[in-house]
């Protein structure tokens, strides 16, 4: 994120293209974990921005890392997700267009907890059951999670 952080400083606000990597988690009920942003208060996958020099499978384990406190275990690609559906502006003005690598596992180890500075909560959703703020540019990789089972 700091690459980010010193990009934003030379060109302010303007659209960037981001790698960003996530994973969804599914636990022993098929449910999804979700994290409540501490920015728009939207409801996620843990994810992010790829640092310079990681693998989208780093930045995947570390995102989820920070944001959660869990390990994953062995990364299955779901989809690469781009384009107009992966707009989005942040509270302060930044603004980007993701390409997303989304994985998904449900190995998983550790404590849940949420970091308060990018998340500030963490549950298991049923997939029938989602919170009604789900970020827009999850929906398309929750939506194909629905229809892969």
């Not at 659209?15 to 960003?20: A, E, M, N, R, Y």
Request: aromatic residues 8%; negative net charge.
């Amino acid at each position: 994120m700091e690459y980010i952080k010193e990009l934003r400083k030379l060109v302010g606000s303007i659209p960037l293209i981001v790698c960003t990597a996530g994973v969804i988690i599914t636990d022993n009920s098929n449910r999804i974990l979700l994290i409540k942003r501490t920015d728009d208060g939207n409801w996620c996958i843990p994810g992010g921005a790829m640092d310079m020099g990681e693998s989208v499978e780093e930045t995947a384990r570390r995102e989820v890392y920070e944001e959660t406190g869990l390990s994953v275990g062995q990364l299955k690609l779901l989809n690469v997700y781009s384009g107009e559906q992966q707009h989005h502006i942040y509270p302060n003005g930044d603004e980007v267009y993701f390409v997303n690598v989304i994985f998904s596992s449900s190995l998983f180890q550790g404590n849940l907890r949420t970091d308060g500075d990018e998340s500030k909560e963490a549950a298991f959703f049923s997939l029938n059951n989602l919170p009604a703020n789900i970020s827009p540019t999850n929906l398309p990789f929750i939506s194909d999670i629905r229809r892969i089972g």
